[in-house]
């Protein structure tokens, strides 16, 4: 019998129904969620996000939606580090060439996006960078160089100066920039908001887009970008992998990780208004706080090399180390590393597998996450032969009557 103490808890039911959704993406419980989060309360010794964060425009109802809001409103302004830029783009320099890039949902003056681009811009051979930032975000416009003018603007830049664009103090010269004459810097009408028509108009004249939208936007921006049939090269998180919007342009090709980030945390900058109560958070040689994020990945359809390297696989299937899901005709792998060589039929792995998949050795079957029943086509279910459990929240895998994580059904291709 378990030793740990129950507790009840009263819950708003939309609140309730509206967070299982996102566990049962992610693959886990409720109570393993609860017990997350009062864990790094217990070990950081406070609420491990900024609950009094509130920004006027966005209209917060009181209460456990405040919380919910505040939380995904410090998600929303991390700012990638330029050597994450840099080390991805370059690995992208033959096909940026000539190309006009979109940097939406940015800041031309603090973004490492702006940067990165402006400094190469001959180098790449790019055609033109265009740059927009939000209205509402809380460090665009500290750094303006247009005096007493803040608010959503546009950067576009189709020519740089022949004299270096970095100042000896690493601040780039944006006046000089900006003077030359196929250069603008004009207000937007709006609030930049990426769904905005102006914005959506500046989406349609760029080739590619690279930036690291909004979190809590995420799903949102990179089905927007399908719609308008877009190359793109975005920061998210691995767990947008998994929900219903992204995980079928994996399943179908349209999507995979970048190259450079495949592991580890990484480091992004965020306002000064951001508590440093994490252990994650610190603030850098220059000043700049900053926090690392575990499960950051590049997410784009512009083709890497990498993406077509199989995995490297040695073991052999045996039915005691493999076991079989109750509810799906499939075996249950529970590393990447670990899938058996001499297997043919479906088989489950963990979410992780896309950090190594290669549409040329696997095919992508579907995702058995807690929402498989609503999210898959009765025909792909019946060609695992899904069938609904009594404890599988809607179509977790189940071994020995207990559910494991989310997991990826693959099948080998034939070679
Ligand atoms: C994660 S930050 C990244 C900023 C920048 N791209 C970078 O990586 O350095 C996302 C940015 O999108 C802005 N933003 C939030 N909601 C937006 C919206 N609806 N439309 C456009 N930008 C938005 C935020 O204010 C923030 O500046």
Redesign the pocket.
Known sequence: MSTKPTTTIRIDLDVKRRASEVFDEIGISMSAAINTFLKAVAREGTIPFDIMTERPKLNSKPGNATLNRAFIVKK?????QYDDVAKEMVRHREQLKGKTIL?????PF????FRFFALHFDKLGLTRLIST??D?????GQEYPLEGVTGAYKAVVTEVPDEPLERPDGSLDLESLFAMPGNSLDHLVGD????SDECIALLEEADIVA?????S?FREYITLLGRHEKDFII?GNMNAATTKEVFPLFRDNKVWYGESIRSGDRKFHVPDSYPLNAASCGVDESGRRFIRVKGVRWFTNLETSMRHEPITLTRLYTPDEYPRYENYDAINVGRTQNIPVDYDGIMGVPITFLDKYSPDQFEIVMLANGNARTNVSSKILKKVRYRAHTEDRGGVGIINGRRVYARILIRRKSS
């Open positions: 929303d302004e991390f700012y990638t940097c939406n949902c940015d800041d603090e973004s490492a996006f930032c939000y509402d975000s809380s460090i665009a930049g908001d990426f769904r930036t690291n939208p909004p979190f936007l920061v």
